[in-house]
């Protein structure tokens, strides 16, 4: 079965410096892959997905992801974080299909000054 | 604008009462899903409907029903049999189902609170 672990609950970052979210999947053939974010109380936006193609993908308000195969990951990244990116991220993993899509546990990013 | 809306946003229950969320979109998607979403848990999938009429149980339904009579309406009631209903509820929509180019898009969610 699929699944998708997400290692870090919490990231503070501050504002200006680079950002870099963990993801992990598991699944047996070739996966698609998501990033979703969500501010407080808000439903989940589409930041960039992978189907296949080009390992780097990139994504809305600056983000990108690289999908590797050899390590199973799909991280999220950007190289200038920005107050307004605080939210919480998720990864998912899917098959066939979004009934079938799993979503980590979140990673929520905090942004200092 | 093409969207998903919720409502209501925010949703007061009594014990043993059962309580319906809307969830209605105009994009003209096939396909509707309910998530449920708990702190540290991400989100978990109640019920999806592919097609009008039709709808299946997803990871976790016990507690929970849904009709599918229009495109466009996909509500869900969360009844008395459901121990633990206090929490966030997504609805979402997307355009091409079992495929891999599906995408889907996301209401803005209701807040539901047993008092």
């Known amino acids: 079965a699929q699944s998708v672990t997400q290692p870090d609950i919490h990231i503070t970052v501050s504002e200006g410096a680079s950002l870099e979210l963990r993801c992990n999947y598991s699944y047996g053939a070739t996966p698609y892959l998501f990033w979703y974010v969500q501010s407080p109380g808000q439903g989940l936006q589409l930041l960039l997905k992978?189907?296949?193609?080009?390992?780097l993908v990139q994504g809305i308000k600056g983000f990108e992801a690289e999908f590797k195969r050899s390590q199973s990951s799909f991280n999220l990244r950007k190289p200038s974080v920005h107050w307004s990116d605080a939210a919480e991220y998720f990864c998912?993993?899917?098959?066939?299909?979004?009934?079938?899509?799993?979503f980590g546990t979140g990673t929520r990013l905090l942004v200092s000054p | 604008d093409g969207g998903i809306t919720q409502s209501p946003k925010y949703l007061f229950r009594k014990e043993g009462q059962n309580v319906t969320l809307s969830c209605e979109q105009n994009l003209n998607h096939d396909a509707m899903y309910w998530y449920r979403q708990d702190p540290g848990q991400g989100l978990r999938l109640i019920y999806y409907?592919?097609?009008?009429?039709?709808?299946q149980k997803g990871d976790i339904a016990e507690g929970y029903s849904v009709s599918r009579e229009k495109k466009e309406s996909f509500p869900l009631t969360v009844t008395s049999a459901q121990k633990n209903p206090t929490a966030f509820y997504l609805c979402?929509?997307?355009?091409?189902?079992?495929?891999?180019?599906?995408?889907?898009?996301f209401g803005q969610g209701t807040r539901l609170t047993v008092v």
């Open positions: 992978y189907f296949s193609g080009d390992t």
């Open positions: 998912a993993v899917g098959a066939t299909g979004f009934q079938k899509l799993v």
């Open positions: 409907s592919q097609i009008v009429n039709d709808f």
């Open positions: 979402a929509s997307s355009s091409r189902p079992g495929t891999r180019t599906d995408e889907a898009f």
